[in-house]
């Protein structure tokens, strides 16, 4: 099964080839750069940008994968969730895409081809082997830990009730000055330092209620975190780049920090004996070491998706569908976009 996918649920535009659900044979991916200047992706400028750029993109997909299109077995694409006016614009061309070729349509979940980004490396295990697991799919837009006990089972056990993670730290960054996206650079400013524990909360959810039919142990919220910077920030501003990075490396451990212990009371929780770890904040170095350290004392293999495959990338999209996962036809091509696609057993 050779797949294309087609991905631009917020502000990527990307297409990819990939074989056997694993065997990335392209992956292009253009990074829209016009949203530096308002601190946050534009809905309206995401949307254009997708409109020009992707019919160039897919097509040196196509060409760079060395099959041409008579290789392609299928079309798969976000679907969701994501912003509205991007999903459209890849969801459209790929059903028109499909139509014009006679290939089949899959529909694909965002946020579970990032738990599958992990088995893109080469180097990973077989995607058989590495059950039951705990998923962490941890980004600018999602923070979400599920539950994957057999081949075709998920479950959310806990999400974020207001903020992502990548959020958050891109909020902290615009705060202290360091521009958008932010996340990279908090990272980079916190290294080389060691935390102050205590400086900022965990991001505790305390009301169930915020989370019915989950474990509010294994939710977070961190719009209260950012609220405890901009406070801190008020009555101790900041005399110095050299505060400002400290101020970084601690608020970047209290997120990284509640990561890792709802991961762990996740695997508690479940048994567990494999973490995968997608979306693009799982390129943070601390996170990276955290969750290392964390599992190598539970005994628990820890899967990571290579850097170029952390971020939004169809090669994701594609490799997904190639294992089978996502809606097929005939149900696929009467399907609209869904913005807010919670991931399910199908």
Not at 173 to 194: E, F, I, N, Q, S
């Amino acid at each position: 099964m050779t797949v294309l996918g087609i991905e631009t649920s917020c502000d990527e535009t990307s297409a990819a080839v990939v074989r056997d659900g694993r065997e990335v044979l392209s992956c292009v991916v253009h990074t829209q750069m016009q949203h530096v200047p308002f601190g946050g992706v534009v809905p309206e400028l995401a949307s254009r940008c997708h409109i020009r750029l992707l019919p160039g993109i897919v097509a040196q997909a196509v060409d760079e994968s060395g099959v041409g299109w008579k290789g392609i077995d299928c079309i798969a694409a976000t679907r969701g969730p994501g912003l509205a006016s991007s999903l459209l614009v890849g969801w459209s061309f790929a059903k028109g895409a499909a139509l014009a070729t006679g290939l089949p349509l899959v529909a694909v979940n965002h946020v579970e081809a990032h738990l599958h980004s992990v088995f893109l490396d080469p180097a990973a295990p077989d995607p058989a082997e590495c059950f039951p697991r705990v998923g962490l799919a941890v980004s600018g837009g999602h923070t979400n830990l599920f539950s994957l006990p057999e081949p075709g089972k998920i479950e959310l056990l806990g999400r974020t009730v207001d903020d992502a993670a990548g959020e958050a730290l891109d909020k902290a960054a615009k705060l202290l000055g360091l521009g958008y996206p932010g996340g990279p650079v908090v990272d980079k400013r916190a290294r080389g330092r060691t935390p102050r524990l205590g400086i900022f909360p965990e991001g505790n959810v305390r009301d169930g209620a915020l989370v019915p039919g989950l474990d509010p142990e294994l939710c977070t919220s961190f719009s209260g975190l950012k609220t405890a910077l901009l406070v801190h920030v008020r009555n101790n501003p900041p005399q110095d780049d050299d505060q400002i990075s400290q101020l970084c490396c601690d608020y970047q451990e209290a997120v990284v920090g509640a990561l890792v212990r709802r991961c762990e009371r996740a695997i508690a929780k479940t048994g567990a004996r494999t973490l995968a770890v997608g979306g693009g904040v799982s390129l943070n170095s601390r996170l990276r070491a955290a969750l290392s350290n964390s599992c190598g004392r539970l005994s628990v293999r820890l899967l990571l998706a290579l850097p170029r495959h952390c971020g939004d990338n169809a090669a994701m999209i594609a490799g997904l569908a190639g294992t089978g996962r996502g809606i097929p036809p005939p149900d696929s091509f009467g399907l609209e976009i869904a913005p807010s696609w919670p991931v399910s057993d199908r």
